[in-house]
């Protein structure tokens, strides 16, 4: 089968011919027909983040297909179904994170794209308790976004406590940021939304937002401060930088969720602001079985829009150069079919 694998941490991903893979017990082979790009298989590729994936690697947590070939002892799903392909790509079932509801803080955890090959390729193997099963109401290519870029914000939103009163800021409008706004927007909550990019701003306002800024016009922070500061901010930009603002935009109480991962790790926190106006702090990172059923049930129903365009997979070294450059809206999705 053809797959785009990294072979080194510094070298283009290659296209190549792989074996197809056969399912084991528990697992399942996926006929891929959507796979997304998300700007994790980027610092993947890149070997960016302090623990690496292994080599050589398929990337992509975003695959979504129809299972073809199904191991021994699954009962979850059966040929023929569509499935999406999440970043936790197996966990303990057993721990006191996987019974308590907190399966992405599971320590045995394998993940797609990472520690497991992903997406980016004809055919890709799966745990069959893991995958979600996409509604037959939801297209594979807006269910592959929703498979990382939405669970991932529906989760930061929840975890933010949103209410129908607050002021709700999303810093970073693309992938994942025009989805976390209309979770917010789903929450009740009026919704703030920063970014650098104008294109990605008008893209925001047709999405609901509610008031949009311009990092690069005017100072997000001051901006935020005269619509009373947010109840909840949610970084989803790669940058430090950003992650402050998101900090000093806060009103007093206000909840800051950290959602991107910076290659560069370290922001600067006052502890002085920080106790003194209570601030919560939470990490929250991607979203559960439960959470990724509920994104994609909020999608069957249409209340959520995604906004995707399509490459092919031959391209994908052009595609990760578009994502680091900020020069496409939303998602891209390598079209497999
Ligand atoms: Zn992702
Ligand atoms: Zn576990």
């Not at 040929?79 to 996987?98: F, M, N, S």
């Not at 993940?111 to 979600?132: E, I, M, R, S």
Request: aromatic residues 8%.
């Amino acid at each position: 089968m053809k797959a785009a694998v990294v072979h080194e941490f510094t070298s283009p991903l290659r296209i190549e011919e792989v074996a197809k893979p056969e399912p084991g017990l528990g697992e399942i082979v996926v006929k891929i027909e959507a796979s997304g790009l998300c700007h994790t298989d980027i610092h993947a590729a890149h070997g960016d983040w302090p623990v690496k994936p292994k080599l050589p690697l398929i990337p992509g947590h975003e695959g979504v297909g129809i299972v073809e070939m199904v191991g021994p002892e699954v009962t979850e799903v059966k040929e023929g179904d569509r499935v999406a392909i999440p970043w936790l790509g197996y966990a303990c079932g057993a721990c006191k994170y996987c019974v308590s509801g907190e399966e992405t803080l599971c320590e045995q955890q394998l993940n797609t794209g990472y520690f497991l090959d992903g997406g980016y390729a004809q055919y890709a193997k799966a745990f069959a308790k893991y995958v979600g099963k996409v509604p037959a109401q939801v297209d594979p290519f807006e269910a592959a976004p929703l498979t990382c870029a939405g669970v991932t914000t529906y989760k930061a939103v929840k975890m933010s406590g949103a209410r129908p009163s607050d002021l709700v800021a999303i810093f970073g409008i693309g992938g994942l940021g025009h989805m976390a706004l209309q979770y917010a927007k789903i929450a009740g909550a009026t919704v703030v939304a920063v970014d650098l990019v104008d294109e990605k701003l008008d893209l925001a306002k047709q999405l609901g937002a509610d008031y949009t800024i311009n990092g690069k016009a005017e100072d997000p922070v001051e901006a935020i401060k005269k619509l009373g500061g947010a109840d909840a901010a949610i970084s989803l930009a790669v940058s430090p930088r950003a992650f402050e603002q998101a900090f000093r935009a806060l009103r007093r109480g206000g909840t800051l969720v950290f959602v991107a991962l910076p290659a560069d790790n370290y922001m600067q926190l006052p502890i002085f602001e920080t106790v003194l106006n209570g601030i919560k702090i939470v990490g929250s990172i991607v979203g559960t079985r439960l959470d990724l059923a509920e994104v994609f049930d909020l999608h069957a129903a249409g209340k959520t829009h995604v906004l995707y365009e399509k490459r092919h997979l031959e391209d994908v070294n052009q595609a990760f150069e578009e994502v680091e450059q900020a020069r496409v809206p939303a998602r891209l999705v390598f079209d497999m079919t």
